[in-house]
């Protein structure tokens, strides 16, 4: 199938959302609000809760790539081989994800004299590292390399339950049906089952103990079962969107509407019920899974199918930074870190108190980041993945 009928309008739009929620996240952490004017309260409760991107990147990565599996599902041609989806997924995630690791072991022992952990360097590269928390966090300097674990974990699981439903399911409804069971099955009895028997101890627990102790206060909240939910959740939504795509054409303005709606509320539910950097007290699982992955699901929907409200999403803007995401979520925190082990000693979290220096700081880490990655993109990454799509296409 051709790449562009593969393509889901108003995803690319998403995942640059999805970027900047994550970079606006980390630099909001810096300022402390109590030494802010008042008008940047509003902007500091926001950004600490940016973190819901890294959910967003889960069901969008959901939605891609069980979207092709859904498309030929939905026309009845053969289904993408195992082969080509693991060649493609490797070629996205491994080199990129290796190299930023590497060199952040490097950086690290070279520059700070911290010592190689071989083990979580080890689980870092095997992308093992998020189902303890001696190994949660792979990289003293990158933070956010724990969700690639998990990432490439839902990769692995995606095949084993499309393959079966795409064989056995012989009608769009019956998929549905089966995937949405599937859902409520990890909500019901995974999710609970896994904090309850997994649950860590509280020696040594605490952000103030270091990466270490911040990884025993999110573990086990932030688990295999509840990022596949929000990843499930995104393919939810691309099979929904395949069906769509074949028997309805955007006549109205209907679909606009609903984004825009799904849109607010979502802001609206992360404003006013999320608390930063924990579970939520109902499903007990991070960045208001499932509720916060299932309105932006269905805001996707809505924006695919829209007339005009995808134009606004994929504007020539968020098109280019969805390119270069990746890089910028690789290494923004190393820059951040950097910055504050070498130059800057109160860039720590809540540490600067003057908001014109924030303000400075943080365009500096938005252009070393973005200018990282898109150096990255288009000399590394970019490459790699052409060379992956000939194979696929041999």
């Known amino acids: 199938m051709k790449r562009q009928s593969l393509h889901i309008r108003g995803a690319d739009g998403f995942r640059a959302i999805a970027c900047l929620l994550v970079l606006f996240h980390h630099l909001t952490q810096k300022m402390n609000p109590d030494s802010a004017p008042s ?13 819901v991107g890294v959910s967003l990147f889960f069901v969008l990565s959901g939605a891609l790539l069980s979207y092709p599996f859904w498309v030929s599902f939905i026309k009845g041609t053969p289904s993408p081989t195992v082969k080509n989806y693991s ?45 303890h928390y001696s190994t949660f966090f792979p990289a003293e300097l990158n933070g956010p390399l724990w969700s690639i674990g998990l990432e490439v974990s839902c990769y692995v699981i995606l095949p084993f339950l499309l393959y079966p439903i795409i064989k056995k399911a012989k009608t769009y409804l019956k998929a549905l049906a089966i995937l949405v069971t599937v859902l409520i099955f990890l909500q019901i009895v995974v999710n609970p089952w896994v904090i309850e028997t997994f649950m860590t101890s509280e020696d ?51 679909f606009d509407f609903a984004g825009a709606a799904l849109l607010v509320a979502a802001i609206v539910v992360v404003g006013v019920r999320l608390i930063p950097g924990a579970p939520d007290s ?47 979520y690789l290494w923004h925190q190393v820059v951040q870190n950097i910055l504050q082990r070498s130059f800057k000693e109160s860039y720590v979290y809540f540490g600067i108190t003057d908001l014109g220096e924030w303000t ?35």
């Open 39 to 51: 008008w940047f309260s509003i902007i500091h409760h926001y950004g600490m809760r940016g973190e």
């Open 87 to 131: 060649i493609a997924r490797i070629a996205r995630i491994l080199p990129a994800t290796w190299l930023n690791l590497i060199l952040c072991t490097l950086l690290a022992l070279y520059l700070y004299d911290i010592p190689v952990n071989f083990t979580m360097l080890f689980t870092g590269l095997f992308f093992i590292n998020s189902y």
């Open 204 to 254: 040594g627990k605490g952000w103030d103990k270091g990466l270490v102790g911040g990884a025993k206060v999110w573990l086990p909240y932030w688990n295999i079962s509840s990022f596949f939910s929000q990843f499930l959740v995104g393919a939810i939504a691309a099979l929904i969107i395949a069906r769509l795509g074949k028997a309805t054409k955007p006549t109205s303005s209907f």
């Open 282 to 328: 109902l499903t007990k699982q991070a960045y208001l899974s499932p509720i916060y992955a299932i309105i932006m699901a269905a805001a996707l929907i809505c924006i695919a199918m829209s007339r005009h409200a995808y134009k606004l999403i994929d504007n020539p803007l968020f098109v280019w930074i969805s390119k270069v995401s990746f890089g910028v």
């Open 360 to 394: 400075r700081l943080s365009l500096l880490v938005i252009v070393l980041a973005v200018a990282i990655a898109t150096l990255s993109w288009y000399f590394f990454e970019k490459p790699i993945l052409q060379k992956a799509r000939k194979k696929v296409s041999a």
